[in-house]
């Protein structure tokens, strides 16, 4: 696999961007993440054509469209901000971004929960930074994180989730259209998307079934959406207990009844959150192997996103 591009606010790549001359370099990102993907860096601030160091800034206003003013001189940076970032994004159309990991907590770049100040001087937590918000209009279906939320296993987890499967979508695009790749990729990730929501398992099921009724073009945007849609649900261990069960399903009977009693107690282990998805998923992968599960095997929900990060190994 190519590496899997992703926008991502300068500063945590580590260059000195910030309003005060520093940076805010996240190592996870650079050193962890930063192996398998390939960062497009965008600072709202410096690109709009503000200086290193420059003035701090804030949202202020109306939470739902605040303006965007510097602390101490009180300039008002919106419109400045606004239509580079109407232009940036038309840009960023061409980088085939999987997604895009903003700073939290920045008036420009942070994807939720930033402060917007009332005329009292007195903060509500309700605000999106500017860029962000255009982005996100912009890309409605993009998976984004920041890198405080990044810090919780889970919503790491679905991150990456999501990035990948976009990634190998974008491969199937890459190819000639046809219904036989659509297939090949859903069968693929059948499992997966069942561990995000049942529901549009049933829904993408359909939809690839009657492939015949629908012309080509439109399947692949409807079954894009709806894949995306998907993946933004996030997993529980309810859900992946019902996925290994549905799995276990495929070779139970090949399984001993020691085999059936063992993998059926930590399955039930995992879903009281006793331990780790990784374990039962070790175990099935083990069977699976030993039985030459064939449709099994190609499930990328066994294998989703490289071992190195570690993402399964949370309680
Ligand atoms: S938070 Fe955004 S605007 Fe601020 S320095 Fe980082 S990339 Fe630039």
């Given at each position: 696999?190519d ?8 500063c ?7 309003y ?55 300039q ?44 009292k001087?007195?903060p ?192």
């Amino acid at each position: 696999m190519d590496k899997i591009r992703l926008g991502i606010s300068t500063c945590l790549l580590g260059e000195n961007v910030r309003y005060d001359g520093g940076h805010k370099l996240d190592r996870f990102l650079t050193d962890t993440l930063g192996q398998y993907v390939e960062y497009v860096p965008v600072c709202p601030e410096v690109e709009c054509g503000l200086s290193v160091p420059r003035e701090a800034m804030h949202l202020e206003g109306d939470p739902e469209s605040p303006r965007l003013v510097t602390l101490r001189t009180k300039q008002d940076m919106t419109e400045r901000m606004v239509s580079w970032a109407k232009k940036r994004v038309v840009d960023l159309e061409k980088e085939g971004l999987c997604g895009f990991i903003f700073k939290s907590d920045s008036p420009s770049s942070g994807m939720e929960r930033i402060r917007v100040y009332n005329e009292k001087g007195m903060p509500v937590k309700k605000g999106v930074g500017m860029f962000a918000t255009i982005f996100m209009d912009h890309f409605p279906l993009l998976p984004v994180e920041d890198e405080g939320r990044l810090h919780d296993p889970k919503l790491r987890e679905n991150f990456v989730e999501r990035i990948f499967t976009l990634k190998r979508w974008r491969e199937v695009l890459a190819k000639k259209e046809s219904r036989g790749n659509l297939v090949d990729f859903h069968t693929q990730h059948k499992m997966l998307i069942l561990s995000h929501s049942p529901k549009h398992y049933q829904i993408m099921g359909k939809l690839v079934a009657q492939v015949k009724g629908i012309p080509l073009k439109e399947l692949y945007q409807k079954y894009q959406n709806i894949l995306m849609e998907a993946l933004q649900l996030k997993s529980t261990p309810k859900k992946n207990a019902n996925v290994l069960m549905h799995m276990m399903g495929y070779f139970k009977e090949q399984l001993s009844s020691d085999e059936k009693q063992e993998l059926l107690e930590v399955i039930d282990h995992y879903r009281r959150e006793y331990i780790p998805l990784i374990v039962p998923i070790t175990l099935v992968n083990h069977s699976v192997r030993k039985y030459d599960q064939s449709y099994l095997k190609q499930q990328v929900y066994l294998n989703p996103h490289p071992l190195e990060l570690q993402l399964r190994n949370h309680v």
